[in-house]
């Protein structure tokens, strides 16, 4: 690799390499995998360009083997297996072996390990497939420490998708988003499998103001109507004349989505991710990241000050019960571990520099936990009921049918549960979401909880939004993180933007930047109003 060029290496004879330059306008590292089968001299695919500098243009670029001469290491894993298979023959009712398979293990190299394998880690792996042009030219590897989903984030969230934000770009995330749930077998439908069902109910959000918070509520009218919403402002008389059961006061305005707005089960959306990025060759590991191994460069800005860029080289990941771990060496870390990504981001040093420096901007995502409970009530509102929005900030929405409901409220500061466990407190669906729920659904005055469920938010303290893009330092980490509860709606525009990225170097249908780390640095916060 040489400064200034991208240096790309075609393999024509067993001990010929030519070397073809193409002008840059960044400093650039060439990273290479190697594989020295016997008998054919070197082979040598560049899986990435990386540049420090602050384009942060990426490239993974793949060229084509000119010998087609099958995987070296997948022929002696079925030589193995063959002789694993005699040894059984020999020694009849004998499980042993000379050589100790670990299943599960992660493959020695990949083009892009993602950690996480929520619904934004498979979304992003099913798109870098999707947008690969030629089929395994990009090697993806999701790690994913939970193999049941009994704490993940994904499986127990609500499961809503709403246009109502107050930022442009969660707008369209959302629409593109549940254009893609409109048409998912379109989109993550497998061939000889069962056709995705994600019971999707398009029954609307219905945000409800008091008078300190109409002239918001009609800011975001607004806002929404520029980027496409179909959403209704309601006056106190339309409120209640559209859903009778609503107690109208203290109300001096709602607004409510009339389509493109809903909730669906969580689990089917992820599994469909996951199950369509398979087929699509992603490599899939039961794993937790503990480490990175990664080298570091120093360079000093105009003023004279030391700036240090690093790039990692392998991501340790250990296996489930066991001190064993695999290195897996690779040209790309996606960060997209939801509530537990800032803990990742820090084992990449991230936030760890000097104080007043870039390199001390830790990621601020962490964990909140929040509940949702589950309650019947048989007089409550139809099968009309929206997913409502109180300006207490309580919620709820029908649950199936039957009468019974889901509800919720985010905690203040002072409030903050401990997320040491996921157990729930049924004392504070008592004290602080039944009155509320009462005061504006009448009939709930007439209640029982059935059951509840706690799960983790991945909170961003800055400003509550998402982070997605590269870190500034770390020039081969990317981040998808952040969403503080709408993560799950906005999972499909998200991992499509991050492929982007990746693959053509900027994004090229909703530009996402104000997301981007570097508004950390600077202090700029992307607000959004509409953070349930």
Known sequence: ???????????????????????????????????????????????????????????ISTSKLLYKQEDVFKDLEKEFVKFRQKVKDVLPGSNWTPFHVT????????????????VMGWSIAYWLKKKEMIRDAVRVVVVERDPSYSRASTVLSVGGIRQQFSMPENIQMSLFGCSFLRNINEHLGVVSEEPVDIQYNPCGYLFVANESGATILEENYRIQKEEGA??????????KEKFPWVNTDGVALASYGLENEGWFDPWSLL???????????????FGEVTGFKYSTREMVTSDGEPVVFKRIHHVNVQMPDSKEYQPVECALVVNAAGAWSGKVAEMAGIGTGLPNSVDAVKLPVEPRKRFVYVFHSPDGPG?????????????????????????????????????????????????????????????FENLKVKSAWAGYYDYNTFDQNAIIGPHPLVSNMYFATGFSGHGLQHSPATGRAVAELILDTCFKTIDLSAFSFGRLCYGEKALERNIV
């Open 1 to 59: 690799a040489a400064v200034g060029a991208l240096v790309v290496l075609n393999v024509l004879a067993p001990t010929t390499l030519t070397c073809k330059k193409v002008n840059m306008n960044f400093a650039s590292v060439a990273v290479f995998r190697k594989i020295r089968p016997p008998d054919f001299g070197c082979m040598v695919r560049i899986t990435a360009c990386i540049s420090p500098y602050n384009n942060f243009s990426r490239s």
């Open 230 to 239: 179909k959403v209704v402002l309601l006056t106190p008389t339309k409120l």
């Open 271 to 285: 599994n469909a991710f996951r199950r369509k990025a398979l087929s699509m060759g992603v490599y899939h590991c």
């Open 103 to 118: 299943p599960g293990l992660p493959p020695e190299r990949a083009d892009i390990v993602i950690v996480g394998g929520g």
């Open 383 to 443: 099968l009309d009921c929206p997913l409502l929005i109180d300006y207490t900030g309580v919620y709820f929405r029908r649950e199936g049918l039957a009468g019974n409901y889901i509800a919720g409220l985010s905690p203040t500061e002072e409030e903050e549960p401990s997320i040491s466990n996921l157990e729930v407190d049924y004392n504070f669906f008592h004290e602080k979401i039944w009155p509320d729920l009462a005061s504006r659904v009448p009939t």
